[in-house]
């Protein structure tokens, strides 16, 4: 099954309600592919993304120390698993509200070009199809300065990011795609830190008549560019079962 289930993510209830905001051009490769795109990690704006807190970083210094004095060798360079971890991750984002949010239409599909998915967090896991296995769970906002991580918890790591951003009030969903192993000059077998397994991102394949349960168009989209949305939907024929409608935001007060 795509979707597992991993001891170190928070997982909500299913009828959970996420959003996905994106412009047009986005909505339709996502049509086009059927597949939801997982970003690599590190080509996220914040360069935080898998990154240590403060703390943590101290633990693991004393662990390379402690190591050092005991001349227990590593695999390669630990400075190099923890600097390209982030390699290894793909990650689609959702936020988790009840109600469509002002801010992550301004910050994400700005001006008449955004379209919004609605879903849960369970049909986000039934509708994984593809053969790589998909963490989906709710992220933890932190004090970098204060709190800890633990350092060695690879999936918490990008499973957390700095509170400044909760405000996303985020549910991610994960692949890793671990290195290749390789045999180092000690004899010891382990990750080879050196090679990518992903680039740029990955096109993760999934049902999306199973994942929408609704397509907003933008509060500032007027009648065309809520026609020019479903016209891209119709370009698929009868292959998905959804349209496009206003977003609620776009009622008009009443005065």
Known sequence: MPY???????TIPDETVIWRYMNKEKFELLLESNSLWFCRSDKFKDEHEGSLTKKDYQDYNEYIKL?????????????DQYKNLPKYFGISCWHINEIENDGL?????????????KSTVG?????I???ENVYIGKVSYLDYEEEKIEFDNYFRHF??????????????????KQPPRITFPDMSVGPDYTQETITKGLNIKC?????????????????????????????YGDKY???????????KPLR
């Not at 239409?105 to 998915?117: D, F, K, L, Q, T």
């Not at 499973?159 to 994960?174: D, I, M, T, V």
Request: charged letters at 25%; one cysteine or more; glycine letters at 2%.
């Open 129 to 131: 199809t593809d053969e």
């Open 4 to 10: 597992q289930e991993h001891e170190s993510v928070i």
């Open 105 to 117: 239409w301004s910050h994400y599909a700005e001006n008449r070009n955004g379209v919004v998915i």
């Open 207 to 235: 049902n999306l008549n199973t994942l929408v349960s609704a397509v907003y168009a933008s509060p500032s989209a007027n009648t065309e560019d809520l026609e020019d949305i479903n016209n891209v939907i119709a370009k």
């Open 159 to 176: 499973f957390s990011k700095r509170n400044n951003f909760s405000y996303e009030n985020e549910l991610r969903a994960l692949v890793f």
């Open 241 to 251: 079962n959804f349209t496009a409608m206003p977003s609620a935001m776009s009622s």
């Open 67 to 79: 190591n050092h004095q005991f001349s227990k060798p590593f695999l390669k360079d630990k400075g």
């Open 123 to 127: 049909r986000l896991k039934e509708c």
